[in-house]
């Protein structure tokens, strides 16, 4: 029968090898964690950039050519979107770490799981910065009223009730007007009234010079019809052109035939 002193000695020596098998399952499963490096993560964000970067020449290419100066706004957002991919990307880099850290003393399913919820934190950003980069900005609102085919009559004007996109922003006005190659004369002069919410009008004359001394159309177009179109004023606010009457103002002439269309152009203003 063992005495109490060989009895001691066995129990420690169970105790040391427990705690040696306790080291060695440590110690193997930090080594099975493996080391995930920012890199890939660097490369898709890269490739998510250069995406982002095609889709806004896309967008600056559909563009009129009256908001193409606005292009710089876009150029900003593809910039921000750029920095703050790095800083998403150099945030990951440091957290990966500490989670790699995490995962040798807590296993691999907590590292995993940390790391899942830091990607999806990155890719939610990257929307987010997309989307209040790609919106698109305000084009402008064309409203174009047909003419019948006896001509244009002198006291019959032409009403029309701009629908703007933001009550807070100033807007330029043109008018247009689209016209055929029998048209008879060189230029048609216009009366624009600006009219305010509250009834107030603005009298704008203005002229369009449809063609020049040579008998060549100045208007853009091709085939039977021609159009052309000439800014009546800049820096309007909504409430100061909440609807527009375009009277035509030529004299001797009862009715004014070969114009087909006549109608306004609300461009965004832009300042400078």
């Known amino acids: 029968m063992p005495t109490v002193a060989a009895r001691e000695r066995s129990h420690v020596s169970l105790v040391n090898r427990r705690n040696r098998v306790n080291r060695a399952n440590r110690v193997a499963s930090a080594k099975s964690v493996p080391h995930v490096s920012s890199r890939p993560r660097a490369s898709v964000v890269s490739a998510t950039i250069a995406s982002v970067s095609r889709i806004l020449r896309k967008v600056e290419s559909r563009l009129s050519s009256a908001d193409r100066s606005k292009t710089a706004t876009i150029a900003v957002s593809a910039r921000a979107i750029s920095?703050?991919?790095?800083?998403?990307?150099?945030?990951e880099a440091t957290l990966t770490q500490m989670a790699t850290q995490s995962a040798a003393n807590k296993g691999e399913g907590l590292f995993h799981s940390g790391l899942h919820r830091l990607w999806r934190v990155l890719v939610v950003g990257m929307m987010?910065?997309?989307?209040?980069?790609?919106?698109?900005?305000?084009?402008?609102?064309?409203?174009?009223?047909?003419?019948?085919?006896?001509?244009?009559?002198?006291k019959a004007p032409l009403r029309f009730e701009p629908n703007y996109k933001d009550s807070a922003a100033t807007y330029d006005i043109a008018v247009a007007v689209r016209h055929t190659w029998q048209y008879r004369y060189t230029q048609l002069p216009l009366l624009v009234d600006l009219i305010t919410y509250n009834?107030?009008?603005?009298?704008y004359a203005v002229t369009l010079r449809l063609a020049d001394e040579h008998g060549n159309w100045c208007g853009s177009g091709f085939g039977p019809l021609y159009q052309l179109s000439t800014t009546v004023a800049t820096g309007v606010s909504p409430q100061q052109a909440s609807k527009i009457v375009v009277w035509p103002r030529m004299e001797g002439v009862d009715y004014i035939e070969c114009v087909n269309n006549v109608g306004i152009v609300v461009r965004p203003h832009i300042a400078g």
């Open 83 to 91: 920095d703050r991919t790095t800083a998403l990307v150099a945030t």
């Open 128 to 154: 987010m910065a997309c989307t209040v980069a790609c919106q698109s900005p305000e084009k402008e609102q064309s409203i174009f009223c047909d003419l019948p085919d006896e001509g244009w009559h002198s």
């Open 199 to 203: 009834g107030q009008v603005s009298h």
